[in-house]
């Protein structure tokens, strides 16, 4: 459909439901009046389709910005923050939710303070946290057959499988140094776990003041927390 087609759509349907919203139009139609009409969007609509524009009906309810707030953070995890919400789908967080972090944690997403980090320091974060994980993933190939980022069909990706004994792992691997291993990262692997069908689960990390092995159980499902240094004891950890 081409952008005189889809405005022609968006024109009928004004003209049979001359009170729709933002949200209305696009349930109903499947499309965003913004990629279409621009900035002043819904007005724009309004006017193409020669009908009468009111204020109000560009006013959105509480209910109605928190569950595209909600959305919008699980579709972009990694950048969404105050300004990015607030600059794309036009929701104040404070006003909203609170804090950014209320509207994380309704999103069931777990929350990281974006931090501005000069970019030769963040190129030399990632490449340590890539370097980290090539070379867990590498050792534990002692033990058995090693899978590496395993994409999932609904967009999330797993760092590795390892199958070790006839047993298949579902494995995460966290470069952390001044962080924990959280209950939100154990929930994501279990999730990986189920949508893989397997009952077994390793987080190897690097958090120096967590350097005890951990086993996990979850109705049937058990997952095991190993520090990297005690990698070379793998066989006693998991067995």
Known sequence: MNQQEKKELIRNYLKQNPTATYNQIRKDTKLKLERIYGKNCVKNAYLDAKIPFSKPLLKRTKTEMRKQTIKYIQNNPKTANTVTILKNINVNIPRTFGTIREAYKLAKVEYFPQYKIHGSALYKIRRRAVEFETNILTYLEK??????????SNRKE???????KNQKFVIEIKNYIKKNIT???????IGYMKYMNCRKGLIIHSYPKNKKSKRIKIK???ITLIYH???NNFQEIIN
């Open 143 to 152: 033990f058995g057959k090693v899978k590496k980022k395993i994409r999932l």
């Open 220 to 222: 049937d499902l058990e």
């Open 183 to 189: 209950l939100s990262e154990i929930k994501q692997l």
């Open 158 to 164: 797993v760092d590795g499988l390892l199958i070790y």
């Open 229 to 231: 240094n005690q990698l």
